[in-house]
């Protein structure tokens, strides 16, 4: 495989990224097929006080290594 075509085996590929919003998770953000270590996802503002973020694939590792989840304020 091409060098510029391999992805490491514990990148997320599949995940969701939800707000617990008036007692209820919501969900702000699906990806699928992500290849990238670092993946910026948008995604309408909320007021929440707790975040989750459900990984749901990877690209072959049994585990998933997320070294850091920011989110910032709409710009």
């Known amino acids: 495989v091409e060098a510029s075509l391999r992805v490491i085996p514990?990148?997320?590929r599949d995940f969701r990224l939800?707000?617990?919003?008036h007692d209820d998770w919501q969900t702000?953000?699906?990806v699928r097929d992500n290849r990238?270590?670092?993946?910026r996802v948008r995604f309408p503002a909320v007021v929440s006080t707790?975040?989750?973020l459900e990984v749901l694939?990877?690209?072959?590792d049994p585990r998933a290594?997320?070294?850091e989840l920011r989110v910032y304020p709409p710009e």
């Open 57 to 60: 694939a990877t690209h072959g």
């Open 18 to 21: 939800c707000a617990w919003v």
């Open 28 to 30: 702000l953000a699906e």
């Open 65 to 67: 290594q997320v070294f």
């Open 50 to 52: 707790r975040l989750r």
């Open 36 to 39: 990238q270590r670092w993946c």
């Open 10 to 12: 514990e990148c997320v």
